[in-house]
């Protein structure tokens, strides 16, 4: 209505033109919104299907995995095969799906084949185009979880490999899901395959330490007899041992091999000690049991000695002590430089004892081939002149386009021979999947060829993998080196000519400083307390070796059992160390206790002097020598030992025996001293724990011998009157015997009559005196009784009369 109101040539006024105005911009609000939903949907649309294109192959909906390709390296002519499996991980069924092969460009530098390895998802412009054609594998439908194999098989001629070097190499898997309705890449693995189908102008000289190291089994404890059997902790190494165990694999592939064996002694003589009688701790039994893999420990070593038949043989010290953890927290500590020392020493006569073959004992191999200036003092302290370590602990700082040589010297007439890190640690992780272990073989061989060509000029490089690779690791490595001893760019060399061949002017020699040490290497260190028990059971064997007649049954299974203390294998297992360090001292401590003395109670000592006997046991199997008994009084004023205050005897006694050894005392006062016994060794070490006992002085004194003497002399006299009553009692009876026979009228009585009464006057007649006449009889037995303390007479009583004439009397 205002529009017709306006009327033509007319200007509206102002309030009409803002109604006119609003009332457009009302009516074109719906117009134009709709406009823009138009518009925007197309592209709404296109993001909706790039998005999930996007996701679909960057979180690998579907798992490709590579678990062969063959040959690892194609030669002109060849029939590349790869086989695999492809699961589908996602929620949605995969339809019209299908493996291909993908070439993607040839890679210039190591850095390039680090990228392609780290890469997971799918890069067009990287990855190149599918092959295609015939060279794919179709799947009408891939469902959720479930995995399908493949097998493509491609001749070499029509993958379209140019110059020699190392290629990009994918398998990917693409196809449709109900959400996304168009092809597309929903998985892919990258690898790599090298190419050098003719002889190399220059070829790399490789040399690859096969490592032949095993955790501590042996402890020290051993049997009593002539034998020695030994003890193990446990009976994991015949597993190791037997078929398919890691260490039957690594001598079964590595005896293929051209490569340089690097052995831990100490595996070699626990595996000797196993051909024999052994025990075996086992939980819960009480005591170790025997064990019974003798046969397998027979055969591995036979075929062990068959495989190194004319190959390089390095030996490690004695169980691989752990060089980082010596330089860093044990020179400090006294004799442990010395524990290395020995632990080299024993290496060489062990491997030629059990291999006959001499080992080259030169080489110092630190954990994980990380130094610095403490590890390599310490590392040629014992004499080794060569020390491996690798190149990402010694890293080339003079900028150098290439790879350099492994030989160089960092000075004091010391070699590091540096190792490749990237092929070095080629094989760690999981490798138990055919498609990891594949993966490995091929990265390996691409850094082997990579570092090949960047130079015309001859290189010694050195690959030193983890010290106790897994079955699944060494499977792998195996397939790579027999791959790349085939190959036309790389010959096999031994550790020694590697570490004399020429240095490379331009690569560093700076060794890194202790502050560039790894971390995570130094946490799992042995700490400095763990040498200081070490250097401690070290000051026990040394205080009880000098009093065996046969130091030899102490000192070298305790020895060996040292050197494993400071094994490399206990790194990250603090726990498991410190169980084995308490065992050795117990043991040991056990051993020592054997030869003791025996605790004695109190003594009772009565007089100026006597003799106080101490006794000293001896449990072990062989004779104790060289040891000196001190019995020492505390109270020298009161009783003193030898005429002083402590006396001092050899002792020497026969294994299974006691001796008493026995000391003169003297005492000046009545009262109780204790008393100390105590072994020493002659050079005045003291061995055992002391013994401690009272003795109890009574003196005796002038007054009690007077009573003692007085008691022996009443029983004298009662003993000579007892005598003379039975001598008087005899000689009356004699007397009365006479009477009665008539001897008193002659031999032949009266003449003419016959023997009649005698008339002897009245009985008993008393003298005038008043005393009894001979003749009268004895005293009544009234006035004369038995004592009470004579004895019973063994014959008849006696007569009581008087004794005959002329027969004598003792008074």
Known sequence: MAEAADFQGTRPSPARRWLRRTGALLAAAPLLAGLLQLSAAPDAHAAGREAPRAAASGSRTVAVSLDSLSPGVPSEGDTLTVSGTVTNNGGQAVTDAHVGLRLGPELGTRSDIDSVARRTGFDPGADGAELGGAYVQKFARLSPGVAQPFKISVPVAKLGLGSDGVYAFSVSLSGRTAAEQWDQVLGIQHTFLPWQPADAGTKTRTTYLWPLVSPVHMTSETGPGAQQVPVFLDDDLAKDLAPGGRLERMLALGKDLDV????????????????????????????PVAGTHQAVAKQWLAELQQAIAGKEVVALPFADPDLASLAHNGTSVSGSLSQLKDATDVASSTVETVLHVKPDTDFAWPVDGAVDPAIVRVATSAGADKVIARSDSLQETGGLSYTPSAARPIGGGTTAVVADARMSTAFEGDLTRAGTSTLAVQRFLAESLELDGQTGTQRSIVVAPQRMPTTGQAQAMAQALLALQQSTWSQSQNLAAAAKAKPDPGATTRVPSAADYPSALRR????????????????????????????????????????????????????????????????????????????????????RSATIPVTVQNNLVQGVDHLVLRLTS?????????????????????????????????SNANGPVTVIAQLYTQDGQEYGAPVTFDVKVTEITATVMLVIGGGVLLLVLAGFRMYTQRKRAAARDDTAAGDADGSGDGPDGPAGGTHGPRDDGPENPAAPDGRLTQESGARPPEEDPEQPSDPTPDTASESADPSGTGEKVDR
């Not at 603090?574 to 051993?591: E, H, I, N, P, T």
């Not at 050899?650 to 294994?655: C, E, F, K, L, R």
């Open 260 to 287: 340089t064996w690097v052995i831990d002694p100490d595996l070699l003589a626990t595996v000797d000690a196993m051909t024999r009688a052994y025990r075996v701790r086992t939980a819960g039994d009480p005591g």
């Open 524 to 607: 799992q260190e042995l700490g400095g307390p763990a040498f200081a028990e070490i250097s401690g059971t070290q000051d026990a064997v040394d205080n009880f070796k000098v009093v065996l007649t046969d130091e030899s049954r102490v000192v070298t299974p305790f020895g060996r059992a040292m050197n494993r203390e400071m094994s490399t294998a206990w790194r990250g297992q603090a726990r498991a160390a410190q169980s084995f360090r308490d065992g050795v001292k117990a043991y040991l401590g056990d051993l020592s206790h054997q030869v003791r003395l025996i605790d004695k109670s109190e003594t009772k000592l009565s007089g």
């Open 634 to 666: 505390t109270n020298p004023t009161r009783l003193k030992i030898g005429g002083k205050a402590y006396s001092e005897q050899p002792v020497a006694v026969s294994g299974g025996h006691s001796q008493s050894v026995k000391f003169t005392t003297s």
